[in-house]
DNA sequence: CTGAAAGCGCTTACAG
DNA sequence: CTGAAAGCGCTTACAG
């Protein structure tokens, strides 16, 4: 590889001191116009590039977050990011981004390579495997900041930045309600998943407050799986009194619900209405579009990285705290049963 | 931030020097097996983290590779970008990603930022709004080395890793052929995508080769949204001879076209046949599951990364070359006519 | 087996 | 207005 330009290439072929290069090169006062325009026409010239390695080891700073989510691939990670992407650029910092492919193993060695002099604090979405979290304590104790979103763990007393899990259901319940429902099923992810669990706790609220009673076989705990999510379905489907409304607990398992029910000649929303969550793409693609909880993914990011740069800059007025953001019921056909006419899938 | 520790202090506590500590530190040979071994104790009990900041100033050498892509909300780059991570891993390399949201400004800034000393090295798609490559053309002159693959331009002579469209479009046109298809359409992008362009191309020599005369009107371009696919199948439809089979260049618009189908009751693959490009998920989420021609996308990370690292490590030998890789049609519900007995949807 | 010294590319008091 | 010097955290010939 070629030499890159450096300053003192600069200095030397225009005899001045690498300290009045640097100086020039920034704008800094006191320094005579000439000697400027010069450095930076040879600057130019040359497309000098200033090693960003160099300037962060003297300033001890590197203005530059790590980010590590476990699959990219999941279109809620990727939009979460690209508001972390906006907010830190917003603020002058750059983000570095890695990806654990949901592997404890993987998430150890981005934070621990990153947590080597490259970031200054990290937004975190921990691995599905983690379940040991001596890593993370262990950057604690060296005084670097985090900050966490969706994945969580109450071992840890960090910043997060969550979203309202049981209201989200509670509202997404109390729409089947609104829309004539009277034996509301719930397809559930496994049991131990957090998220799911939450989604649970408001779905039996909302069951609760409007009155209805909870029937235990309506409840069906699964892996986030198309086949799982059929399988579900068609089970549900061939109760005795089967349900006529489904809260789903994610899209791609709310997709799989819609298969069953096609093939059971079931009609969405006519005999069963159906809401789930996440707003992915895929709900406006599929037939019947499927009602779905947004997540303010663009908002979590930005929230996240706020808290983290306050954190940076003001480690001693910005302790740990928790922020919960609203949700936002996106109502499509799958669940809009008194505003459909006629049939037109 | 609480002070980070180095081997200044690990020296000053062991009465030692910094050369010293920076050997036994890298398991070199000749140090005492007992100072090694103390310095080890104490970086662990410490929790040192070496600054690769520092290393990698002194060393010239960052290890690390840049990837830039246009967005990672989609399926084909997040997918590419776990091929490029798992080769750079195995080879010993870090990788530091950045999407550019199809914008231009931000490839400029991404690569320009990147450039200045963190990475070695580059793997590019470009953004759909670059027209202009000059800051392509600045980074070669400066000797680093770079990787194109999927979107690309002929005005640089770097290294690409390409996928065969012409002929994955070849095979997609004849494989409808082949099942009876007699009037093919082939719904396009707009007409300035070179990815796009080569489709078509390898659809007009199916045609040619199957004995079929070309119709223009059953070629439409259009812009890649769920809307446009709409109209334009809408428009295929009422032709006075409307086709019986459909090529589509995208997996999203031939989503639209089977939601511009089942509006006019036209059933698929029995009336008409379709299959499209790029196998995303989606593909087997939606009902008829549709037939699609996959990238091999983990490959086509994997074989840049390789090219790329190679680049690095042997300038001289490695002159920029172009692989092409092969395509893979995933047959499903909405070509396979031959097969299908009833109706299931 | 160990240390002093120079250096990676830059910034920043301190003098002048 | 400019330069010499020290230093960021590390590595590496060179001596001893």
Chains 1, 2 share one sequence.
Request: glycine residues 6%; proline residues 4%.
């Amino acid at each position: 590889m070629a030499h890159q330009v450096t300053i003192k290439d600069i200095a030397r072929h225009l005899k001045v001191s690498v300290a009045t290069v640097s100086r020039a090169l920034r704008d800094m006062p006191d320094i005579k116009p000439e000697t400027r325009q010069a450095v930076l026409d040879l600057a130019k010239e040359w497309d000098y590039q200033p090693n960003v390695l160099a300037t962060s080891l003297v300033k001890s700073r590197t203005k530059t977050l790590g980010v590590i989510v476990p699959d990219l691939g999941y279109h809620f990670f990727a939009s979460v990011v690209k508001g972390i992407e906006a907010e830190a650029i917003a603020r002058g910092y750059s983000v570095l981004l890695s990806q654990t492919g949901e592997s404890y193993e993987r998430e150890l060695i981005s934070l621990q390579s990153l947590s080597r002099g490259q970031v200054e604090g990290f937004i975190i979405s921990l691995s599905q495997e983690t379940s040991n979290y001596e890593h993370l304590k262990r950057l604690q104790r060296r005084g670097i900041p985090m900050v966490f979103f969706d994945r969580d763990t109450p071992d840890l007393d960090v910043s997060k930045v969550m979203v309202d899990n049981v209201g989200a259901a509670y509202e997404a319940t109390m729409h089947l309600v609104k829309n004539q429902c009277k034996r509301i099923a719930l397809l559930a992810g496994p049991k131990n998943v957090s998220v799911s669990n939450l989604r649970l706790e408001g779905y039996l609220k909302a069951l609760q407050d409007a009155g209805f009673g909870i029937d235990e076989s309506l409840i069906i705990h699964g892996e986030y799986s198309l086949e799982k999510a059929i399988e579900s379905t068609n089970h549900l489907v061939r109760l005795s009194e089967p349900p006529d409304g489904l809260v789903v607990v994610s899209d791609r398992l709310a997709v799989g619900s819609i298969k069953a029910f096609k093939q059971n000649n079931i009609r969405v929303p006519e005999d069963i209405a159906l809401v789930s969550f996440n707003d992915e793409p895929i709900c406006t693609l599929v037939t019947p579009a499927i009602s779905s909880v947004a997540q303010p993914t663009l908002d979590i990011g930005r929230t996240a990285t706020s808290l983290l740069i306050d954190q940076i800059e003001n480690p001693k007025e910005n302790t740990s705290q928790v922020k919960v953001l609203k949700t936002e019921l996106m109502i499509r056909e799958s669940s809009r049963r008194n505003l459909v006419s006629g049939k037109i899938d």
